[in-house]
């Protein structure tokens, strides 16, 4: 059983930055991929990146590569998403979320345990 609590939200303008992080409980953190997902106002929750259990391995979705980065420190059980040069279209509820399956890190269904979300809000 693993829990995440978010933190890190708030509002900023375009061209600002946001640091996430999610803490986890449990004591088989470095077993989990983690993923942030989000989900813009009236859409589908999507994939944004994800880190292997070792921290070795990231994968971004197009969207945000180059401007967002996940890192995590499994000895604090803690995952991070450092947000560059936001954009309006960055706009959304942020979720932290775990699953042992790497290789299948950007499906939704593939994560067994999510946070509760903090909201993003990126102005023009």
């Known amino acids: 059983q693993v829990q995440l609590v978010e933190s890190g939200g708030g509002s900023v303008q375009a061209g600002g930055s946001l640091r996430l992080s999610c803490a986890a409980s449990g004591r088989t953190f470095v077993s989990y991929t983690m993923g942030w997902f989000r989900q813009p106002p009236g859409k589908d929750r999507e994939f944004v990146a994800a880190?292997?259990?070792?921290?070795?391995?990231?994968y971004y979705a197009d969207s945000v590569k180059g401007r967002f980065t996940i890192s995590r420190d499994n000895d604090k059980n803690m995952v991070y998403l450092q947000m560059n040069s936001l954009k309006p279209e960055d706009t959304a509820v942020y979720y932290c979320?775990?699953?042992?399956?790497?290789?299948?890190?950007?499906?939704?269904?593939?994560?067994?345990?999510w946070g509760q979300g903090t909201q993003v809000t990126v102005s023009s």
């Open positions: 979320a775990a699953t042992f399956n790497w290789l299948r890190a950007t499906m939704i269904g593939e994560y067994d345990y």
């Open positions: 880190i292997s259990g070792s921290g070795y391995r990231t």
